[in-house]
């Protein structure tokens, strides 16, 4: 469960958790730990009880019926589309494995799911947010080892762009980590971090010209500021190009 701290009532969520939970470590960007097993969780109590309800519907939910997804989040807003990355790979697993006599019945919704191509792009400020997804971020990496259903990338926008001089020594030593070890040594995951916010034209040309006459599924989640750009550009490209963009948001 990712919550983002936004007001008094997600504040003061936190702060009933805190008091149960390990406070965050140095570079985590506030995640919260508990340890059950430790004396310290048994000593403060049981953690609070949630009652959820739903789901409810949601912009990204008809993704499976896309050739093409272009998911797209912002700081937390990664979070309904990393659900979505896990489950192209779990799906595009299923159709791999023989059959079984009893699964017959299954086949029709297995037919629905058209997806065969996800490009996963994450911006955060906070170099400590990718602590969120690491987990995540690794094992897709060892599912999809060649990149050949999802390409991921994460964009650190603090940091100046690859080629600013500024930057020049942190991306010399990314990318020496990076060959030895195979890890990335901002996002700690086996996924290559960029600086600088993306050039989303450059992003959309990129997909149109790899998947000319398909259908892409554009998926947005984070500040709403960007959401016109993204827009503007699934509708030029849509009109002069073969591949069709159709844009979806979720704000907050």
């Known amino acids: 469960m990712h919550i983002r701290c936004r007001g008094d009532w997600t504040t003061s969520f936190r702060a009933l958790f805190a008091q149960v939970c390990r406070p965050p470590a140095a570079g985590q960007s506030g995640l919260l730990r508990a340890d059950f097993a430790s004396s310290t969780a048994a000593a403060s109590g049981k953690l609070p009880k949630l009652l959820i309800d739903g789901p ?10 896309y050739d093409v997804l272009l998911l797209i989040g912002l ?13 192209v790979l779990n799906n595009i697993s299923d159709e ?25 792009y994450w911006c955060t400020r906070e170099e400590g947010s990718f602590e969120w997804f690491r987990g995540v971020m690794n094992e897709v990496a060892e599912r ?8 991921l990338h994460n964009h650190c926008t603090s940091v100046y762009e690859e080629g600013d001089a500024r930057s020049a020594l942190l991306v010399m030593l990314q990318a020496l980590h990076h060959a030895k070890s195979g890890v990335d040594v901002v996002s700690g995951t086996r996924v290559r971090t960029h600086f600088a916010r993306p050039n989303w034209r450059d992003v959309f040309k990129r997909v149109a010209c790899n998947h000319q006459g398909q259908r892409v599924g554009v998926f947005y989640c984070g500040d709403q500021k960007v959401t016109p750009e993204l827009r503007r550009l699934s509708q030029d490209f849509s009109h002069k190009t073969t591949t069709k963009f159709v844009f979806h948001k979720e704000n907050f």
């Open 56 to 65: 409810y519907g949601a912009p990204a939910q008809d993704y499976r019926k």
């Open 75 to 87: 700081g937390i807003g990664a979070t309904p589309l990393i659900s979505i990355v896990k489950d």
């Open 96 to 120: 791999e494995q023989p059959a079984a006599p009893s699964s017959a019945s299954a086949s029709p919704a297995v037919a629905e799911f058209m997806t065969r191509r996800v490009y996963f």
């Open 144 to 151: 999809d080892a060649r990149g050949d259903v999802v390409e």
